[in-house]
Structure formats: structure tokens, C-alpha cells
């Protein structure tokens, strides 16, 4: 299981959430957390999540959730809407970079993506979920500014009473005002191809390119842990078959990645084809 769907399970599921998108990142700037505990008990990684409620009236919410070293749980630390969210900042409208800045109310998070690839990824998919609800904020605030416009109720006098021709539109209109359309979420300093371009052929090379670097960061980690032949203190290991199950274990681990990988290329040639038409 991913770390993205063992966070889905732990964490979002049982709140009746879907998760859109994680990202595994790290502070530009450190801060220093006295609460936290220090030293080799006090590594943990940190993610921002991207989720959906299921119940209607459906919230997007982005959440920092930690992972605290020698652990496999996750730990939920700070939750936003995207009410909240005032600027999503991409620092490089040119090239693929890791680096963003996420702007809320009150607070400025500067983060470091594991690679380019992730963030792509990341701000892509919070770029339509933040339009199509966004959206739907704005298609249903209209509906409720037309139902009360058209009850509006009749002023009750002596006799039948026809509304000024002046005053009707100066109450409509103030009933407008009243009903303002809410701040959207702004978008700086992104690539066309994460915001107005977006498409899903870029959304599949993304996910490719995700896939891959975590492909090789997998395979470079199993290296570093394979014990080293004819060092002295492995051959009661490596006898009693310990070393081998692991070796076996981790290679078809790596079979099972390049399959994945093999599916995701597959997947990327035939959208290629299909939008080169």
C-alpha cells in the first residue's frame, strides 16, 4: 500500500472524506517547534492532503498531516477550507520547480516538494478542485439571489399597493450587494500547463513522472539495505537464509513496481495517441 492511500485509510476515510492529492514536502524556511520532541525521535515527514467531503453541501479542506520517525501512523496536525485559502504561489511560471508557497488567513507556508513532479501534480489537481468548487459556490449563491428576489413578499396597507418603479431596483440591487459572490482562491506564478491549459495528458505524464521517482527512490533504498558480501558478521545471516528472504522479498517489490510502471506508461502512449488526433 502507497503512503497516499495509507493516509486516505487512516486519516480520511473513517471522517467520510476522499482524498484528492498528497504531497510530501518540506519547509524553505525551518521552524523551530519547542512542543516537538528533539533529536532522532523528533524526524518525521510532513504531507499536505488535498479532500473532499461526500456529505452534501461537499467541503474542500487542505490538510498538514506528520509522520513522526519510527512511526506508521499518521497524525493530523492543522485543517483548512479553502475559504481560507487566499493564493496559491508556483515561484516559477517558466520551468518545473519543487518549491510553493500555500497564502491562508493569518499564515504563509513556504514548502519544498520531494520533486517537481509532485508538486505539478499537487497544484494541478488543487487548481480544478478549487474551480469546480468555486463554481458550484457561485451557481448556488445565484440560485438563492433569483428565489429571493422572486418572494419577495408585498406590502400589506389599505389597499392594493404597486411598488414605486424607483425603489424596486434600488431593493434589488442592495439585495445583490448583500449577496457578493466569495473571494476564489488565486493562482500566481503557475505553469499554462498546471492552470488554463491543463489537461489530462498532462495530468497522466505527472502521475508518470511521480511514479517513477518513486520507483528509483524505492530501489535506491533496498540497495543501501542489502547486506554486503564477505563483510565480517554476515555470514550467520546470510547462513541461516535471513539475507536471501530479504533479497527475495525486495525484488518482487521491484517486480511490482515496474509493472505499475509498465501500466503507467501504457496508459501515457495511448492518451497520447488519442489527443494527437
Not at 84 to 94: A, M, S, T, W, Y
Not at 245 to 258: F, I, P
Amino acid at each position: 500500500m502507497s503512503i497516499q492511500s495509507a493516509i486516505n485509510k487512516e486519516l480520511f476515510t473513517p471522517r467520510d472524506e476522499r482524498m484528492l492529492v498528497a504531497v510530501e514536502v518540506s519547509r524553505r524556511k525551518r521552524k523551530r517547534m519547542s512542543f516537538l520532541p528533539t533529536g532522532a525521535g523528533g524526524d518525521y515527514n510532513t504531507f499536505i492532503c488535498v479532500s473532499v467531503t461526500n456529505t452534501r453541501p461537499h467541503q474542500l479542506l487542505i490538510t498538514k498531516v506528520k509522520q513522526f520517525g519510527g512511526s506508521s501512523t499518521f497524525t493530523k496536525r492543522t485543517q483548512w477550507t479553502v475559504e481560507k485559502l487566499r493564493q496559491v504561489n508556483g515561484i516559477n511560471p517558466n520551468k518545473d520547480c519543487p518549491e510553493f508557497d500555500l497564502v491562508f488567513d493569518g499564515a504563509v507556508d513556504q514548502w519544498v516538494a520531494s520533486s517537481s513532479a509532485e508538486k505539478c501534480l499537487f497544484v494541478q489537481i488543487l487548481y480544478h478542485a478549487c474551480k469546480t468548487y468555486w463554481e458550484g459556490k457561485v451557481g448556488s449563491l445565484g440560485k438563492v439571489v433569483r428565489q429571493r428576489s422572486q418572494s419577495a413578499p408585498l406590502e400589506v396597507g389599505a389597499g392594493p399597493s404597486v411598488p414605486s418603479p424607483v425603489s424596486a431596483p434600488r431593493t434589488l440591487q442592495s439585495r445583490r450587494k448583500s449577496y457578493a459572490p466569495p473571494r476564489q482562491t488565486e493562482f500566481i506564478n503557475c505553469q499554462p500547463k498546471l492552470t488554463a491549459e491543463a489537461c489530462t495528458m498532462n495530468l497522466v505524464i505527472f502521475r508518470c513522472k511521480v511514479f517513477m521517482n518513486r520507483l528509483k527512490n524505492r530501489m535506491v533504498a533496498n540497495k543501501s539495505r542489502s547486506p554486503a558480501r564477505g563483510q565480517p558478521g554476515q555470514r550467520d545471516e546470510c547462513g541461516s537464509g535471513g539475507a536471501w528472504r530479504q533479497a527475495e522479498s525486495r525484488r518482487g517489490q521491484t517486480v511490482e513496481l515496474m509493472h505499475k510502471a509498465q501500466q503507467f506508461a501504457d496508459t501515457a502512449h495511448t492518451l497520447a495517441l488519442k489527443y494527437s488526433k
